[in-house]
C-alpha cells in the first residue's frame, strides 16, 4: 500500500465520496492509469490537488485543478466536452523547450492577424516526450480572458473591476492535426508570455481518488 493510500484510507462511512474529475478539491490525490498511451511523467503517478483556479472567457467558464507530484512535477487538469468528457491534461514549457521543438519563425506567425498559423514539430525533447503533435493549426487569435486565482464553480466571477476582476491575458490556441494535442499561449498585460502543452485522455485514465477531507 502506497503513502497516499495510508494517509487516505479513513472510514469509508465518514469519508467524503470522490470518483469524478470534476469534484477534485484541495488536497485531493489522484493516480493516473498505466497506459503506454500517457506520457512516462504522468504513468501510474500520484498527484495531489493544490489550487483551483478558473480561466474566464466571454462565452464559458473553465475550471482548472493545478496538480503536484513528486520532485517539483506541476502539470494542470482541466475538462473538455464533446460527445463526451475527456481531461485536458497540460504542462507548461520554458523557453528553451520551444527553441527545441519549434521553428521560431513559424512559431512568432501565431501572434500575426489573422492568426492562420501551420506549426510543425522539428524535434522531441525528453521532458515533452509523448506531449506533443507533428502539426499543429491555429484555432484561437488574440482572445481576452481573465485569470482567477479562485475556485468559481459554484458562482461567477465578479463582473465589476478591482482586485477580484482577474488577471487580464491574450490568449492563442493550435490544435493537433490527430485532435490529441494541442498549445495554448497567454500573454499577459506585462508581456510575460507563457505556453502550454496539452493532452486529451480519456477520463478513465485516472484509475484512483483519495479524497482530502
Known sequence: ???????????????R????????????????????ALPENLRNSQFQVAHINT????????TEWQLDGSANQ???????????????LTMKIADGCI???????????????PGNALLSRIAETSPTLGWTSEQYQQTTFAQMGYFHRQDHRTNKPS??????????????????????????????????????????????????YYPGS
Open 74 to 88: 506541476q502539470i494542470y487538469l482541466s475538462l473538455e466536452q464533446g460527445q463526451q468528457q475527456y481531461l485536458k
Open 99 to 113: 527553441e527545441e521543438l519549434f521553428n521560431l519563425d513559424e512559431f512568432s506567425e501565431i501572434f500575426d492577424a
Open 159 to 208: 463582473e465589476f473591476e478591482g482586485e477580484d476582476s482577474g488577471e487580464v491575458f491574450e490568449f492563442y490556441s493550435l490544435r493537433g492535426v490527430d485532435d490529441q494535442y494541442s498549445i495554448d499561449i497567454q500573454i499577459w498585460q506585462d508581456g510575460d508570455t507563457d505556453v502550454f502543452l496539452n493532452l486529451y485522455r480519456p477520463t478513465s485514465d485516472i484509475k484512483e
Open 17 to 36: 465520496q470522490l470518483n469524478q474529475p470534476q469534484d477534485l478539491m484541495i488536497n485531493d490525490i489522484i493516480i493516473f492509469s498505466d497506459s503506454f
Open 1 to 15: 500500500m502506497s503513502f497516499f493510500k495510508k494517509l487516505f484510507n479513513k472510514d469509508s462511512n465518514t469519508q
Open 55 to 62: 480561466h474566464e472567457f466571454e462565452h464559458s467558464q473553465i
